[in-house]
């Protein structure tokens, strides 16, 4: 069965969500595939950040990087002021060097991670200092392409459940993860579908 049609016919609420989001045409945004360490640096560079706030920090990365892109050898032979200058936090810069020097010095193999069930990729690069679970689960989801992905601690995703379903808004993460066990294996394209329904103004 279609990944969408499953969705549909699991959940009648989701189905709602999904029905107005492709009437939208937003249901097919997909972003453009990056290497696995630019797409690492992506994710750091959006840890606690608006949207709109990373893409500008992320989009002056990538232009002064444009001759050489954004690789291991690019990030690591910048300057931490050149890298303040472009609106990384001191935090945010050691993390992202030092992803680079793991994968320069072999402590990682990015490539790798694809060989391993979600769990193990998971707890591997959760081993990089900056990279939590939440980025992790980013990586699999838009890099990897893992479809059976359920990131419980997004914020976009909680927002869009307690409106979704009239939950509390202190509902755990034990009761979330119920709700999203009727969409498996297939959990990643709807948190796809949940993120959409917000950027829509489904939940106005």
Known sequence: MDPVEYLKQ???????????????GQGSNEEPKTTD????????VSQQLSTKS???????????LRDSGITPESMAAMSFEE??????????ISYIQGIAQSVMNGDINLSSLYEKDDEEAISELQKLRG???WTAEMFLMFQMDREDVFPVKDWGIRTAMIKLYSLEKDVSDTELIVFAAKWSPYRTLASR?????LDTGYFV
């Open 10 to 24: 699991s959940d009648n609420l989701l189905s709602r969500l999904i029905t107005h989001v492709l009437d939208s």
């Open 37 to 44: 360490y630019e797409s690492l640096v992506s994710s750091v």
């Open 54 to 64: 990373a893409g500008a920090i992320f989009a002056r990365l990538s232009d002064s």
């Open 83 to 92: 890298l303040r200058a472009i609106g990384l936090s001191g935090s945010k």
């Open 131 to 133: 990279i939590g679970r």
């Open 193 to 197: 579908f949940l993120w959409r329904g």
